[in-house]
């Protein structure tokens, strides 16, 4: 991290948190005190369990230990932390762990669980609970054989000259059954002609659609005579329903071996409650997990199949459900290590395949999504899932789900949150969670500050609760220093995500981070997530990396915000238009953006029901933008007669209303944003960094802003500062700003009230930084009066409010500086004198080595003192080179009267690797911005000798790279410490009435 160039520059923004003798601050647990604030400070300073992040607790299945257990929750509870997820991952494991004794599911896994919620409850975190050992679903029970495993159907090819007879068994599936798999039912056989002059081993083969032959008469004992046409070259395709054999991800964690359950039926439903229900709900555990109320989690639905993936019954549900028998176009289904075997001449295809996937979505849901969540809240438990994963409505399973989850890992964009958070916020629920902080390669390399500026950018799409990706049991079989963990090594590699906790040098510093997510998450989870614009998409995918059309390239850099829908998101309760809005009652949406379906090149289609009801709501006052030339218009799936006609009369219908826009394409959406009179909730000038998310609850509206230091490609972050304009609900709000950090909530002292009612303030971050402003009626939300005045500019570096109200002005240099004051009032105020800058170049350096210890979860920490005329990474440090650990960084300053009184200081610390903490003269500092390296240690300072003490803490790669050379060897080493340049900048400070 970076400080921002210069020592104006580096003086805290008006926006900063900066506490006052005369407006005491509400303040987080071990900051200055202050009075007692409402019930939203005083949560928002100090938060409780539930809202706080979590960590994904990998456990080497059950060989643990009751005391590890205590211990590692402990750990975990003092570092601020809400609780844990529980997930028996085992990737890393070298030695094999005796499945029958020590597996998922076992007397001692239930043990242990039971200790965990146990001292969880004690410590007073929530403890979550993996749906099976790994993922995806699984349970031991069942063979690949039985009704409740996941199925698949494998088709078996021959090719049949015309005029010539087909006598002989049916043919052999293309792809070989998986371990353990060994029925199979037959369930159709069928023939279809090749397509004139394509060949019959094309992958895929083309087909000629109206030539389908349904065999399944002629079949006797699986053999089949059959003679073909004279006409062309006919393929024979025989389909069977088997085991598809997927098992848990890892090696055997139970005895017998679980099995992957059909995702798709209640069989398979059926035999993961009926496991839980049998071996692993003892009365013990009934009761902790309704006293701890924690939730039931289950990962990404990453089903794989050798053949196609099949559900028994499958067939007689989707002509239930679509009207049509899925039998003629069966051939179109059929697939070969995940790539279709054959295709139609025709548009059918694509329809059949979007019919096929829209009934799975439906099985899942009925079958097992909302069946498992019935059960989970019976034993008082949410239900969190990762709801993405093959081609299903991820968006309307988001919309039902307790928790829908989200990764940092697998999502590519933003966009790919704001869709979950779409659905989410369309069925009314609060949470947003995001499997956090999972990095390719990044085992024992991942540094908090690269973690939170990805974290921070999520929140702002929507995002609102963390579970890091992970925190390791200590230990496991074969285990190398420092312990093991679920994913390092891997593959022979450094793995991925990163084994946070007590290992870790970082660790001490965790609970600043810790507090500061805490109330980040504290702001996102009050009130209702607000956007501008709500984008429909033919189909509810998440996880695609596709953004909204003209919204994420060009409206998010101005201030738009937007969330997806899918259609089935229109049939929710909440799916209404009052007052020109769409769900008013949540997102509240100011147009909805219709474009053609970005899955499929931008096809011009859409359901006939979605079609009915945007007219439904352009009649009611919506404002809609839809691009386009729709004369092309059909409906998806396979039609029925008269669809398509149907739906160009309401594509007419709807662009004929007077608030519906057509625009010709994506760039021209500024023009229907314009003639519709559309105006986003925050305005700013274009900026490629900013980000920002809005909530809002009956008594004060959330701005979440932070500036965007990952996602552009090539980027490395920049300072910024912006005026952003802010819409406001009410005239007699004052703005405030939350300090993460500390917990202190201020009136913001620079802003600007516009004729038109909005607030116009300034906003300066570093990158990956963030800020929270909240606009209230002061009195409830925060106790106390409006303050008696507010300045709209400067000339000074900062404003700020000093005892008894009056006007402070703050900056680096002398001279006299004028404020403007709301209503155009001008005060003046004069800064005598201001010291120099002093460079502090002169450190001793007392550094914790750590190395392995007597065990692998060891740790021996051996210290070094370094002197430095000059300050610079451990690695070009000989004695540090190839050290990790705690650095501690000592200095003195003398300093005279001019730097007393009326005068502070800042800390500009320049680069530092990892995290820091500050202590000045013996005391230790506030909770430190630990992506915005500048402290303020004015009021810390003293006349003569002063000494300035910074606390470094790094990861262990460059330990590992000697210690462990096989797996982390070939990397580069990173630069650790405090690598400046670090100055000491005076300020002076006036005081002026007002």
Not at 93 to 114: K, L, N
Not at 606 to 635: M, N, S, T
Not at 643 to 665: C, H, K, T, W
Not at 961 to 983: C, E, I, S, T
Request: net charge neutral; charged share 20%.
């Amino acid at each position: 991290m970076t400080a921002a160039a210069g020592a104006a520059a580096a003086l805290p923004a008006a926006t900063a948190s900066v506490a006052s003798a005369a407006e005491a601050p509400v303040t987080a647990a071990g900051a200055t005190a202050g009075r007692p604030g409402g019930a939203f400070a005083r949560s928002f300073a100090s938060p409780a369990a539930p809202v706080r992040p979590k960590f994904r607790w990998w456990w080497p299945d059950a060989l643990v230990d009751t005391e590890e257990i205590r211990r590692e929750i402990d750990e975990i509870a003092a570092a601020g932390f809400g609780g844990v997820e529980i997930a028996a991952v085992t990737h890393s494991v070298s030695e094999p762990i005796d499945p029958s004794r020590h597996g998922w599911g076992t007397p001692a896994w239930v043990g242990a669980v039971e200790t965990a919620l146990h001292q969880a409850k004690k410590r007073g975190i929530v403890v979550d609970l993996t749906i099976g050992p790994a993922w995806p679903a699984a349970v031991p029970g069942i063979t690949p054989d039985s009704n409740a495993a996941i199925k698949e159907l494998a088709h078996g090819v021959a090719v049949v000259p015309g005029g010539t007879a087909f006598t002989g068994p049916l043919p052999e599936p293309v792809s070989a059954p998986g371990s353990g798999v060994t029925t199979r039912k037959v369930r159709s056989v069928q023939a279809a002609r090749i397509v004139a002059g394509t060949s019959p081993t094309a992958f895929p083969a083309r087909l000629e659609n109206d030539s389908v032959v349904d065999l399944a008469s002629r079949v006797s004992d699986d053999g089949l005579e059959w003679t073909a046409p004279d006409d062309g070259t006919w393929l024979l395709i025989a389909c069977y329903e088997r085991g598809s054999g997927q098992r848990p991800e890892g090696p055997a964690h139970t005895s017998p071996l679980s099995y992957v359950v059909d995702h798709f039926s209640e069989a398979g439903t059926r035999a993961v409650i009926d496991f839980w229900e049998s071996r692993i709900l003892t009365p013990r555990m009934r009761r902790l997990l309704r006293e701890t109320g924690g939730a039931l989690f289950e990962d990404s639905i990453e089903i794989e199949t050798h053949a196609t993936l099949w559900t028994p019954g499958i067939m007689a549900e989707f002509e239930r459900r679509t009207g049509y028998s899925l039998l003629p176009y069966l051939p179109a289904l059929l697939q070969t290590k995940e790539k279709y075997a054959f295709a139609f001449d025709d548009a059918t295809n694509k329809a059949v395949r979007r019919d096929y996937m829209e009934v799975v979505t439906d099985l899942y849901v009925e079958n097992h999504l909302l069946p498992v969540q019935r059960w989970a809240h019976g034993l008082g438990l949410q239900l969190r899932v990762q709801p993405y994963g093959l081609q299903t409505d991820a968006m309307y399973k988001a919309a039902l789900l307790d928790a829908p989850e989200g990764e940092s890992l697998g999502f590519k964009n933003l966009d790919d949150f704001r869709c979950l958070a779409g659905g989410r916020d369309m069925g009314g629920k609060l949470v947003l969670s995001n499997e956090a902080g999972g990095t390719a390669g990044g085992a024992y390399a991942t540094t908090w500050d690269a973690t939170l500026k990805k974290l921070v950018t999520q929140y702002a799409a929507g995002v609102n609760q963390a579970v890091f990706h992970g925190f390791a049991y200590a230990d496991a079989p074969g285990a190398a220093w420092p312990g093991f963990a679920a994913f390092s090594p891997y593959n022979g590699g450094a793995g991925y995500g990163e084994a946070w906790g007590p290992r870790q040098p970082t660790w001490r510093h965790v609970p600043e981070i810790a507090g500061y997510l805490s109330r980040i998450q504290q702001v996102l989870q009050t009130g209702v997530n607000k956007a501008d614009i709500g984008v429909l998409w033919q189909k509810g995918y998440a996880g695609s990396g596709l953004g909204a059309s003209w919204f994420s390239g060009e409206g998010v850099p101005v201030g738009w915000t937007h969330l997806f829908l899918s259609p089935r998101l229109l049939t929710l309760p909440g799916a209404v238009v009052r007052d020109g809005r769409f769900a008013p009652d949540g997102p509240a949406f100011k147009a909805l953006l219709v474009d053609g379906d970005v899955m499929i090149g931008r096809e011009h289609t859409l359901q006939l029901d979605v079609a009915e009801k945007l007219v439904g709501y352009a009649r009611q006052g919506l404002p809609i933008i839809v691009i386009g030339d729709w004369k092309d218009g059909h409906v998806p799936g396979l039609p029925r007669t008269g669809d398509n006609e149907r739906l160009l009369e309401l594509i007419a219908e709807l662009l004929a209303q007077p608030g519906v826009f057509n625009v010709p394409d994506r760039p021209d959406v500024p023009q229907g944003i314009a003639a519709l009179g559309l105006r986003r909730d925050v305005e700013y000038a274009q900026s490629s960094m900013l980000l920002h998310a809005h909530r809002a609850d009956g008594e004060a509206d959330y701005y979440f802003f932070a500036n965007d230091a990952v996602s552009k490609k090539g980027s490395t972050g920049t300072p910024i500062s912006h005026d952003v304009t802010l819409t406001m609900r009410r005239p007699d709000v004052v703005p405030y700003v939350l300090d993460a950090w500390t917990g202190t909530i201020e009136p913001l002292t620079t802003y600007t009230r516009l004729d038109d009612g909005r607030i116009r303030l300034p906003v300066a971050l570093a990158p990956g930084a963030t800020t929270i402003i909240a606009t209230a009626r002061p009195g409830k939300w925060v106790p106390g009066p409006a303050p008696r005045w507010n300045a709209t500019s400067s000339q000074a570096s900062q404003v700020r409010r000093a005892e008894g109200g009056r006007l402070e002005v703050r900056d680096t240099r002398p001279g006299t500086y004028t404020t403007t004051l709301q209503g155009g009032a001008t005060v003046r105020a004069t800064i005598a004198k201001v010291a120099e800058p002093i460079a502090l170049t002169r450190w001793t350096l007392t550094a914790e080595d750590w190395t392995p210890g007597a065990t692998a979860s060891s740790t021996a920490r051996n210290r070094r003192t370094v002197e430095l005329d000059g300050l610079r990474p451990w690695s070009q440090i000989p004695e540090l080179a190839d050290a990790s650990g705690v650095g501690r960084y000592r200095t003195t300053v003398e300093l005279g009267a001019a730097w007393t009184g009326g005068h502070g200081a800042l800390l500009e610390l320049g680069e530092v690797y990892d995290t820091y903490r500050v202590t000045v003269n013996g005391r230790a500092l506030p909770p430190a911005d630990q992506l915005t390296p500048v402290v303020d240690i004015g009021p810390h300072l003293r006349r003569g000798t002063n000494i300035i003490e910074v606390e470094v803490a790094t990861s262990l790669l460059n330990r590992l790279r000697v210690v462990n050379a096989p797996v982390f060897g070939a990397a580069k080493r990173q630069d650790y410490g405090l690598v400046g340049p670090v100055r000491l900048v005076p300020y002076g400070r006036a005081v002026v009435g007002v």
